[in-house]
Structure formats: structure tokens, C-alpha cells
């Protein structure tokens, strides 16, 4: 809701008074991050998702967008192990399962991306195939015969 104001910083700008007034309060920090993210301000998203989870822990949605925003500035290693531990808690979550089959595929291993974009694929067939055709990442598996069965 906050990210469709007038704009993004009028977005910010809503959630730091929510914050002010109540500062124990995990959402409005949450949705600052989610905002920042979508202005491509990943190390203050990330900054936002990691105070939630510090004082949150059981804060599944901010710990994902922890992981998205390791792997938005390149740090996919630490997404991935992010990733993991989502995955114990939530085993079937699809957007989870293909985030970590996108860190894979910019850590350029490519049977671990194939492996888990099917298993994403399995669980969500239409939105998963069309969001890997349009994801840049799995642009150099278009040629990849295990990739265009998956995807077709």
C-alpha cells in the first residue's frame, strides 16, 4: 500500500512517522525496506530487513527480503544460506525456491539453478516459466536444452 503513493518518497517519508510513533512495531520498518528496494536502495533495505530480523527473528517475510536484498547486491552466497533457512521452515515456498535458483544462476552453478528452478517450476508451472523467460539472469540458459524443456 505505502509503495503506491505519488511516489516512493512520500512512501518513506509515511512509514519513518509510523516508525516514530511506534518504534517496537516491525511493519512499518519492514514496508520502509520493501520501498527502498524498489527505489534500488538495497544497503538500506538490507539495513531495514536486518534490524526486523534482529529484533523479529520469527519474521519470516523480512528475512526473505534479507536474502533478496543479498543477492541484489551481489552477495549470493549469503542469500543462498538465507535462502536455506527459509526453506527448512518452509519447504514448499515457491518464491524462495526460485530466488535461491537465481543466486545459483549468478554464482554460474548451473545444475544447482536447473534443479531448483524445476522444483520451482513444479510448484507453480505458469508464473514460474514465464517469470525464468524473462529473467536476465537465465538469459544464457536459453540455448540450454534442459532449460527451454522446462520452460516451454
Not at 526486523?52 to 528475512?63: E, F, G, I, S
Not at 531448483?116 to 513444479?122: C, D, F, P, Q, R
Amino acid at each position: 500500500m505505502f509503495d503506491r503513493l505519488s511516489s516512493h518518497e512520500d512512501a518513506i517519508k509515511c512509514l519513518e512517522e509510523a516508525i516514530k510513533l511506534d518504534p517496537k512495531k516491525p511493519n512499518a520498518l519492514f514496508y520502509k525496506g520493501v520501498v527502498l528496494g524498489k527505489m534500488e536502495k538495497h544497503e538500506e533495505s538490507l539495513n531495514c530487513f536486518q534490524l526486523v530480523c534482529k529484533t523479529n527473528p520469527r519474521h519470516l517475510d523480512a528475512l526473505f527480503h534479507k536474502g533478496i536484498e543479498f543477492a541484489q547486491l551481489e552477495q549470493h552466497e549469503k542469500a543462498i544460506r538465507i535462502f536455506d533457512d527459509l526453506l527448512r521452515q518452509k519447504k514448499d515456498n515457491v518464491n524462495v525456491i526460485y530466488a535461491k535458483a537465481r543466486s545459483f544462476a549468478a554464482l554460474e552453478q548451473d545444475g544447482p539453478s536447473l534443479e531448483m528452478l524445476k522444483k520451482a517450476i513444479s510448484k507453480d508451472p505458469k508464473t514460474i516459466r514465464k517469470w525464468a523467460k524473462d529473467e536476465k539472469i537465465f538469459e544464457r540458459f536459453h540455448e540450454n536444452d534442459q532449460f527451454k524443456r522446462m520452460v516451454r
